[in-house]
């Protein structure tokens, strides 16, 4: 699948936005390795901290039906210029699908493609974690 349509699907998907509070619709679409495509969009709440991002939504709905690689998600929204992902969502995005094409568009449909590592560089991800074991009885 070429980026114009994957970007095409963010577009659509950004009509389902409910942003009443912000009127900021975004939609996005992640695309799979093996072809599939997931829309998601953003959800707000007037509990503001409650509200998702599409980006989430997307990944969210393609790993709770079982995708774990992914290729790339563009990212829609109605303004002039590129809109990039959010801090959670970029941490997010490179959790669950690591250096992934980020396809940021413009309202006129045009886009541009970034790495998810050129987006969030010096990711934090597991192998930050310390590994802890369970003491044997």
């Given at each position: 699948?070429?980026?114009t349509?994957?970007?095409?699907?963010?577009?659509?998907?950004?009509?389902?936005?409910?942003?009443?509070?912000?009127?900021?619709?975004?939609?996005?679409?992640?695309?799979?390795?093996?072809?599939?495509?997931?829309?998601?969009?953003?959800?707000?709440?007037?509990?503001?901290?409650?509200?998702?991002?599409?980006?989430?939504?997307?990944?969210?709905?393609?790993?709770?039906?079982?995708?774990?690689?992914?290729?790339?998600?563009?990212?829609?929204?109605?303004?002039?210029?590129?809109?990039?992902p959010?801090?959670?969502?970029?941490?997010?995005?490179?959790?669950?699908?690591?250096?992934?094409?980020?396809v940021?568009?413009?309202?006129?449909?045009?886009?541009?493609?970034?790495?998810?590592?050129?987006?969030?560089?010096?990711?934090?991800?597991?192998?930050?974690?310390?590994?802890?074991?369970?003491?044997?009885?």
């Open positions: 699948m070429n980026y349509i994957l970007a095409t699907w963010a577009r659509e998907a950004k009509r389902n936005s409910y942003s009443p509070y912000s009127r900021f619709r975004v939609g996005a679409a992640v695309l799979t390795t093996d072809g599939r495509v997931f829309t998601g969009c953003n959800i707000e709440n007037s509990s503001y901290g409650l509200t998702t991002c599409a980006e989430r939504t997307a990944l969210f709905k393609a790993v709770s039906e079982g995708e774990r690689s992914f290729v790339a998600i563009a990212i829609a929204s109605d303004e002039d210029t590129f809109t990039p959010c801090g959670a969502c970029r941490q997010v995005i490179f959790e669950l699908a690591g250096n992934v094409d980020v940021l568009t413009k309202k006129d449909g045009t886009y541009r493609v970034k790495k998810m590592l050129e987006l969030l560089p010096q990711p934090f991800d597991g192998k930050n974690l310390k590994k802890t074991q369970r003491k044997k009885k």
